[in-house]
């Protein structure tokens, strides 16, 4: 039994060991892992407290794999919710044959489900956004201002200091594998855009006969590269969990890059037999260089560092 997370989900890891080791299941305890992130209202990138998007409203991803059966659910900008993970979930069981909502489809089926609205934009989240917008010109009808709304929002992005998400993948003592995914995407991004995290193959994968992966960084990139589903076929063509990440880092260091954007991709791995890893492509900078993980055997969260591509 092991639980794998990005370096920002070491809070979750006990409460899915936990589920563990009462004989729960890995959806379970990643389930239960996110839901933890997603509520604590200081980490800017995920759920309650994420960051807003150019208008000042917070919009959420989400996603979560089965490896036993390749079910998965997952949601894409939803508004008022703190817990996309278990939106996601109930997609998953209560809608088999869908995998993925978005916007205010999503947010219906999670008041139908009961889930209760609530405000997610915290006052040092706003306060970031106000001084963000502040420094731009107003967005066209707003003040008389002649931006278009997409202008702005690229001019108040800064991907590579204000995103994050997190990551987690478990493995329970049946030996099915699961994983998840939670953002609140770029900070100001623009309203409806989606990230990687909500996109199965392009933020999570998983299958209990190979692995999983699970990733954070420039979303856009990983959608463009698959890269999560590429590791996990990866190692079904017979390379090690190692050769697959790397394989897959170096594929994304083809593809072009709008201007000014920076390489950023970070995951972490877990393959059939237990082995895992953390892989961060952009070495340079301090942007979850390490993730975490801990086995039912061991008393405290292990933390190691990302493996430099
Ligand atoms: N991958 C996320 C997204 O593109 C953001 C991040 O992990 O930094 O929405």
């Known amino acids: 039994m092991i639980v794998v997370a990005s370096g920002n989900g070491s809070a979750g890891i006990g409460p899915a060991l936990d589920i563990l ?3 729960g299941s890995a959806l379970d305890a990643v389930e239960a892992a996110t839901r933890v992130i997603e509520r604590a209202p200081d980490d800017h990138t995920v759920g309650v407290g994420g ?37 996601a979930r109930a997609i998953l069981e209560h809608l088999p044959q869908h995998v993925l909502l978005v916007g205010d489809g999503a947010a219906r ?24 917008v502040a420094g731009l010109p107003p967005v066209e009808g707003e003040g008389g201002g002649k931006v278009p709304i997409g202008t702005q929002a690229t001019l108040a992005q800064d991907p590579a200091h204000v995103a994050g998400t997190v990551n987690f993948i478990a493995r329970d003592g049946q030996g099915r594998i699961a994983s998840a995914v ?40 990983a ?8 590791i996990v076929l990866g190692m079904e063509f017979g390379l090690t969990l ?63 560092p990302c493996i430099p591509v």
């Open 242 to 304: 190692s050769a697959a990440c790397v394989r897959a880092m170096n594929d994304l260091r083809t593809l072009p890059l709008p201007e000014g954007a920076r390489p950023v991709m970070n995951l972490i791995a877990l393959d059939a037999r237990g082995a895992h890893a953390g892989y961060a492509l952009d070495a340079e900078r301090d942007f979850y260089r390490s993730y975490c993980w801990q086995t039912a055997d061991l008393d405290e969260v292990q933390t190691a």
């Open 109 to 132: 089926f999670a008041a139908e489900r009961g889930f209760e609205p609530e405000e997610l934009l915290t006052e040092p989240a706003a306060e970031a956004w106000r001084r963000k």
């Open 223 to 230: 959608i463009r590269a698959g890269v999560a589903r590429s």
């Open 21 to 23: 080791r009462a004989g």
């Open 51 to 87: 960051y807003p998007n150019i208008l000042g409203e917070v919009e959420l991803d989400a996603s979560l794999m089965e490896g036993t059966t390749r079910r998965a659910g997952a949601v894409a900008a939803l508004r008022g919710y703190a817990h996309p993970v278990s939106v």
């Open 182 to 221: 939670s953002t609140s995407g770029w900070a100001f991004k623009y309203p409806g855009r989606v990230g990687d995290s909500p996109l199965v193959g392009a933020g999570n994968y998983c299958d209990d006969r190979w692995g999983a992966c699970a990733c954070t960084g420039l979303g856009e990139w």
